[in-house]
C-alpha cells in the first residue's frame, strides 16, 4: 500500500475518531484492503458544487468527519465574505443520512456563529434556494446526491443569491476547506442556541410563488379532472408536489403508491432517476391503467422531472430533456404573448449542450435566447448580470431541469410539474395532447433530435482515462463524421473556437471548462464533456431535419436515430 495512503489510516486510528469508525478500518484491513485503500487513496474532493460520494468510512467518503471539515470550510469564508450577522439556509433530502449530514452542518455553522436555519425534515432542493432569498441568507447548504445509486450522498452548496457558487467564492471556499487538514480543527458543538427550526410557513410561501408562475389560471381550473400520475420515486417531492398541483385546481392527481413513501434505499428502483425508463416503469403502467393525460417524476430532491406522454400511436412513452425543455420554453413564450403578457426583453437562458431548437423558436419569436456552460448556477449568474435590464422568464438543460420564473435560482421540478401539467390542460382545452403539440413545433421549425451516451470510469485509474479521450479528440479531432465534414471545433477549456474549413479561431466568452464540440457541414453538433459530480464522460449528440409531415414523424425520426448510431460506432462509442 502507498506510504501516504497508510499515514492517512493511521491518522484515523489514532485520531479523535469514534470508536465504530475505527473498528471499520481495522475492519476493511482484514478483510477488504482494496476497498480501504480507495477509501483513502484521496481527499473526497469539495468541488465548485460542494461534495458528492459514496458514503463510508474514509477520506474519499461522504461521513460526518468530511461533512464537519467541508462546513468549517466554509464557514471560515462566509466570516471572510460578511461582517455582521451572517445566516445560512439547510435542507436535506431522502437519502440515508441526510438528516444527520444536515444536523452535522447545521451545528458546525451554528458553533462558529452563524445563524442556521434548518428545515424540520427532507424538503425539495429548490426550496431551500427560496428560502436563501427569501429570508436574505448569505449562504446554503443541502444535503443530496440528487439521482445517484444510493450508496452516494453529496453536500451542495449555495451563495446569498441562492444560487450555487461560481467564481470568485466557488474556487475561493474549496481553498478555505482544503485548509482544515484535521477534525480538531471543527468546531462541532456549542452554538445551538443559533439554531432556528423552519418548515410549514416556508412551505406556503414557496408553493404561493408557484402558483404564481401559471399563465392560463383559467384553463386549469376548467380542465381541473385532467388525469395527472405522480411518482416522487420515494423522495422529497411528495412533500410539496402534490400540493402546488391542488393550488392550481387540479383534483385527480394520481400518486404512485409504490414509490411515494421517502426512502434513501429506493427499494424499487436501481437508479432514483427519472431519466431512466426502468425507474418509470411503475408510473407509466399506472398512467396506461388509468389512461391518464400526462405522467410525472422526479428525482430525490426533486430538482428533476421526468414526463411521461402518449405518443400519436396511443403508446405511452418517456420524453427526453429536451423535447421536456423545448415544450416549456415554447409555452413561455408562446402563452406569455398570447396573454398579452410578454415583454420586449424578455429572456430565455439554456446550455450549450441543450437541443438548438430552443434557440429557433426564442429567435423566432424575437426573444433573445442565451448560452451558457453547464449548470444551472451558471444560468443564474447571467440572470445577475442582466437584472435590471432584461427579463428573465424560464432556463433549462437536457438533464431534466427547468427553472421557472425568477423567484429561485436552481432547477426546481416542483414547478416544473406544475407548468407542465398547465401545458397539458391548455392543449387538452384544444383537444389536443403534448406529444401533439411537440410534432406541431417539429413541423414549424424543424426536427431536431438529441441523445446522449455516458460511459463511467471508476476507481483510481477512472480519472485519468476520461481526461485520455478528452486530450485525444483535442489533439485529433476527426476530419469528418458519418461523411460529413466537421466545419468547426469549440474547445471551451481553451475559450478558442476554431474552423476547420480556414483555420480561423474566435474567442469563446465563457468561462473555462473542460468541454470539446464539433459542429457539422450539416447543422449536427457532437459534444464531449466530463461530468462534474460522477466518473463519467458524457457524449451529447444533436442531429435535425425538416419533418415534411405529422405522417412523416416515426419515419422521420427512425432516419435521425440512424444517423447519431451511425455517429456513435464511428467514434467508437457503442
Keep these: 500500500?502507498?506510504?501516504?495512503?497508510?499515514?492517512?489510516?493511521?491518522?484515523?486510528?489514532?485520531?479523535?475518531?469514534?470508536?465504530?469508525?475505527?473498528?471499520?478500518?481495522?475492519?476493511?484491513?482484514?478483510?477488504n484492503p482494496d476497498d480501504l485503500m480507495d477509501a483513502f487513496y484521496k481527499n473526497l474532493e469539495f468541488g465548485t458544487g460542494g461534495l458528492r460520494g459514496i458514503m463510508g468510512i474514509g477520506t474519499n467518503r461522504m461521513n460526518k468527519y468530511t461533512v464537519g471539515m467541508a462546513t468549517q470550510g466554509y464557514a471560515n469564508y462566509l466570516k471572510q465574505c460578511f461582517a455582521g450577522e451572517i445566516s445560512v439556509a439547510i435542507g436535506h433530502d431522502?437519502?440515508?443520512?441526510?438528516?444527520?449530514?444536515?444536523?452535522?452542518?447545521?451545528?458546525?455553522?451554528?458553533?462558529?456563529?452563524?445563524?442556521?436555519?434548518?428545515?424540520?425534515?427532507?424538503?425539495?432542493?429548490?426550496?431551500?434556494?427560496?428560502?436563501?432569498?427569501?429570508?436574505?441568507?448569505?449562504?446554503?447548504?443541502?444535503?443530496?446526491?440528487?439521482?445517484?445509486?444510493?450508496?452516494?450522498?453529496?453536500?451542495?452548496?449555495?451563495?446569498?443569491?441562492?444560487?450555487?457558487?461560481?467564481?470568485?467564492?466557488?474556487?475561493?471556499?474549496?481553498?478555505?476547506?482544503?485548509?482544515?487538514?484535521?477534525?480538531?480543527?471543527?468546531?462541532?458543538?456549542?452554538?445551538?442556541?443559533?439554531?432556528?427550526?423552519?418548515?410549514?410557513?416556508?412551505?406556503?410561501?414557496?408553493?404561493?410563488?408557484?402558483?404564481?408562475?401559471?399563465?392560463?389560471?383559467e384553463v386549469c381550473e376548467k380542465q381541473h379532472d385532467l388525469k395527472i400520475v405522480y411518482t416522487p420515486i420515494h423522495g422529497s417531492g411528495i412533500m410539496l408536489v402534490p400540493q402546488a398541483l391542488s393550488k392550481l385546481g387540479f383534483d385527480h392527481v394520481?400518486?404512485?403508491?409504490?414509490?411515494?413513501?421517502?426512502?434513501?434505499?429506493?427499494?424499487?428502483?436501481?437508479?432514483?432517476?427519472?431519466?431512466?425508463?426502468?425507474?418509470?416503469?411503475?408510473?407509466?403502467?399506472?398512467?396506461?391503467?388509468?389512461?391518464?393525460?400526462?405522467?410525472?417524476?422526479?428525482?430525490?430532491?426533486?430538482?428533476?422531472?421526468?414526463?411521461?406522454v402518449k405518443n400519436n400511436k396511443g403508446e405511452w412513452i418517456l420524453m427526453n430533456g429536451n423535447q421536456t425543455a423545448l415544450l416549456a420554453f415554447n409555452y413561455m413564450i408562446e402563452a406569455r404573448k398570447a396573454k398579452g403578457i410578454a415583454q420586449p426583453n424578455d429572456m430565455v437562458i439554456k446550455t450549450i449542450v441543450t437541443t438548438e431548437m430552443i434557440d429557433v423558436i426564442a429567435k423566432s419569436n424575437g426573444v433573445s435566447c442565451y448560452n451558457v456552460l453547464t449548470g444551472f448556477k451558471w444560468i443564474a449568474a447571467l440572470?445577475?448580470?442582466?437584472?435590471?435590464?432584461?427579463?428573465?422568464?424560464?432556463?433549462?438543460?437536457?438533464?431534466?431541469?427547468?427553472?421557472?420564473?425568477?423567484?429561485i435560482r436552481d432547477k426546481d421540478a416542483v414547478s416544473a410539474v406544475a407548468i407542465l401539467c398547465e401545458m397539458a390542460a391548455y392543449e387538452k382545452n384544444k383537444g389536443r395532447s403534448l406529444f401533439q403539440k411537440l410534432i406541431d413545433l417539429y413541423l414549424q421549425y424543424g426536427f431536431y433530435k438529441e441523445n446522449l451516451v455516458s460511459i463511467t470510469k471508476k476507481g483510481m485509474n477512472g480519472a485519468a482515462e476520461i481526461s485520455m479521450m478528452m486530450e485525444g479528440f483535442r489533439k485529433n479531432p476527426p476530419k469528418a463524421i458519418d461523411g460529413i465534414p466537421v466545419v468547426a471545433l469549440l474547445d471551451y477549456q481553451l475559450q478558442v473556437g476554431k474552423s476547420l474549413l480556414d483555420e480561423s479561431s474566435w474567442t469563446i466568452n465563457l468561462p473555462k471548462s473542460n468541454?470539446?464540440?464539433?459542429?457539422?457541414?450539416?447543422?449536427?453538433?457532437?459534444?464531449?464533456?466530463p461530468s462534474g459530480t460522477e466518473p463519467k464522460i458524457k457524449f451529447y449528440f444533436s442531429v435535425n431535419t425538416k419533418l415534411e409531415s405529422a405522417d412523416l414523424f416515426d419515419a422521420t425520426e427512425k432516419k435521425l436515430d440512424d444517423k447519431i448510431q451511425r455517429i456513435i460506432i464511428e467514434m467508437g462509442l457503442n
Design 1 to 31: 500500500m502507498d506510504k501516504q495512503i497508510e499515514i492517512k489510516i493511521e491518522k484515523w486510528l489514532n485520531g479523535n475518531f469514534d470508536e465504530a469508525t475505527k473498528a471499520g478500518i481495522l475492519k476493511m484491513k482484514e478483510n
Design 383 to 407: 440572470i445577475k448580470e442582466k437584472e435590471g435590464n432584461e427579463n428573465y422568464i424560464v432556463g433549462g438543460e437536457e438533464s431534466f431541469g427547468l427553472m421557472i420564473g425568477n423567484e
Design 254 to 308: 394520481h400518486i404512485v403508491e409504490e414509490q411515494s413513501v421517502p426512502d434513501g434505499n429506493f427499494p424499487t428502483v436501481i437508479y432514483p432517476n427519472p431519466e431512466e425508463t426502468e425507474t418509470m416503469s411503475i408510473g407509466l403502467k399506472k398512467a396506461q391503467e388509468l389512461n391518464a393525460d400526462i405522467l410525472l417524476g422526479t428525482d430525490p430532491d426533486a430538482d428533476r422531472v421526468g414526463v411521461g
Design 515 to 529: 468541454v470539446l464540440q464539433f459542429e457539422l457541414a450539416d447543422g449536427s453538433k457532437i459534444s464531449a464533456r
Design 94 to 217: 431522502c437519502r440515508n443520512n441526510s438528516r444527520n449530514f444536515a444536523e452535522i452542518t447545521a451545528n458546525v455553522f451554528a458553533a462558529n456563529g452563524i445563524k442556521v436555519y434548518l428545515f424540520e425534515s427532507l424538503r425539495p432542493t429548490p426550496e431551500l434556494s427560496f428560502t436563501i432569498r427569501h429570508l436574505k441568507c448569505k449562504g446554503g447548504v443541502v444535503c443530496t446526491a440528487s439521482h445517484n445509486p444510493k450508496e452516494y450522498n453529496g453536500y451542495k452548496a449555495y451563495w446569498d443569491d441562492g444560487a450555487q457558487m461560481v467564481p470568485p467564492h466557488d474556487k475561493n471556499v474549496i481553498i478555505e476547506v482544503e485548509k482544515i487538514s484535521s477534525v480538531e480543527e471543527v468546531k462541532w458543538s456549542g452554538g445551538e442556541h443559533n439554531i432556528t427550526i423552519i418548515g410549514k410557513e416556508m412551505d406556503e410561501l414557496y408553493l404561493n410563488m408557484v402558483k404564481n408562475l401559471s399563465i392560463y389560471p
